[in-house]
């Protein structure tokens, strides 16, 4: 049971270049979540999904896009990097039904220079 | 504004010294605590939660226990590898209804030395 992968696992980007990190889960949970975790900070909330086609905004979306168009994948978007995006990128997902616990991925470290 | 506050930032254990971290939270109605821990260049991966104060909930050498303002996650008689960074994380009841939302702390690095 592979749970929640993403990918790549390392990226150097340069100022304004552009990327995407993919998610993908396997558990046919309905939502899916993109968080930053920089040192000390803790994980702060990037954009979440209730469902395929339904996105909102978290605590820190600037800079970023996100679509859901399937049940299995998520992708978080960057346009035009900057340093300030320098971070950990973790993707996770839930059942949504009840008080139930996130399950997370390994996480894109993303430099940005 | 919900918060959730850990401490210590860090902590070092000699193996076999039990000790306690503390999760400090404040929220507008608590669903659920969540504590976590995470490994070096891994994901968080999902221990206990715990719903109401007076709750404990144990798995091997951890046990978790919440009041209405905190919660601490006990280490007893701890071995070197369980070193790791434990993170706690709130589900408010206006989170639940908005996609779950957690809100998390910043974490405690616990290091245990043989």
């Known amino acids: 049971n592979a749970g929640v992968t993403q990918t790549p696992k390392f990226r150097i980007l340069k100022i304004g270049q552009s990327m995407t990190l993919q998610c993908t889960q396997d558990?046919?949970?309905?939502?899916m979540y993109w968080y930053r975790q920089d040192p000390g900070m803790g994980l702060k909330l990037i954009y979440y999904s209730v469902g395929a086609g339904i996105t909102d905004k978290g605590e820190v979306p600037n800079g970023y896009n996100v679509s859901r168009s399937t049940t299995e994948d998520f992708p978080l978007r960057l346009e035009l990097a900057a340093p300030s995006q320098t971070s950990v990128y973790f993707c996770?997902?839930?059942?949504?039904?009840?008080?139930?616990?996130?399950?997370f991925g390994d996480g894109t470290r993303l430099s940005i220079l | 504004e919900d918060q959730v506050t850990q401490s210590p930032e860090a902590l070092r254990l000699q193996e076999g010294e039990s000790s306690s971290l503390n999760c400090s939270y404040t929220?507008?109605?608590?669903?659920?605590l969540f504590w976590y821990r995470q490994d070096p260049g891994k994901g968080p991966e999902f221990l206990f939660t715990l719903y109401s104060a007076g709750e404990e909930k144990e798995k091997e050498r951890l046990k978790a226990t919440l009041t209405k303002k905190e919660s601490f996650l006990h280490i007893t008689a701890p071995k070197p590898e369980d070193s790791a960074t434990y993170l706690c994380?709130?589900?408010?009841?206006?989170?639940?209804?908005?996609?779950?939302?957690?809100?998390f702390g910043q974490g405690t690095e616990l290091s245990v030395k043989p």
């Open positions: 929220v507008s109605g608590l669903r659920g």
């Open positions: 994380a709130v589900q408010s009841i206006l989170n639940y209804n908005q996609g779950g939302k957690l809100i």
């Open positions: 996770a997902s839930s059942s949504g039904t009840g008080v139930t616990p996130q399950h």
């Open positions: 558990m046919n949970h309905n939502y």
